[in-house]
């Protein structure tokens, strides 16, 4: 008999055979992380709507799993990953669940080693989201190509909030963001 439960936080599913754990459904903050760290699937509790990964040395590589919870989830409006080093294959994944997530309204990626071809992945991702109202990527090391990426992006997206900075860009680049 075929057999899929929720029990004690995680998925349960029964074909023939014991029951195996297939993945964790993480109600806070601490679980993402320890599922993160075991590299292991996860997903996000209904009841979550906002995470802060404030200097938890997530890493691109746990970006990824976090994301594919992302591509998913239908709750969560607020994610701060600020001062975590995903660099630019981070944004990539971020970028990725950008182009599906319906829900997520505010977004913090600052102080993430983001480049240009970083604000690119994220841009591409936000020219095909339309709930996202809140980008900040600061003290990242992005230039006057990831402000093209922008600018591109804010012509289709509906942003009503982006905060920028980068030690290469001049006071002159962010005229051009709006041309």
Known sequence: KNLCLMYSGAALCSFGKPPQILERVCTNEEEVLEEMRQKNKFVLAKNITKLSFIQKKVGYDNVML?????????????????CNNIGDEGAR???EALKV?????????????????????VCEGLKANSTLKR?????DFFGVPGAGFISEALRVNTLTCLRLSSEYL???TYSFLFR
């Not at 997530?101 to 992945?121: A, D, K, P, Q």
């Open 170 to 172: 001049k006071t002159s």
């Open 66 to 82: 976090l994301t594919e919870s992302l591509k998913v989830n239908d709750t969560l409006i607020q994610l701060d990953l600020s």
């Open 135 to 139: 980008l900040e990527i600061e003290n």
């Open 101 to 121: 997530n319906n829900t997520l309204t505010e977004l913090i990626l600052s102080g993430n080693g983001i480049g240009n071809r970083g604000v690119g992945f």
């Open 93 to 95: 994944f971020i970028g």
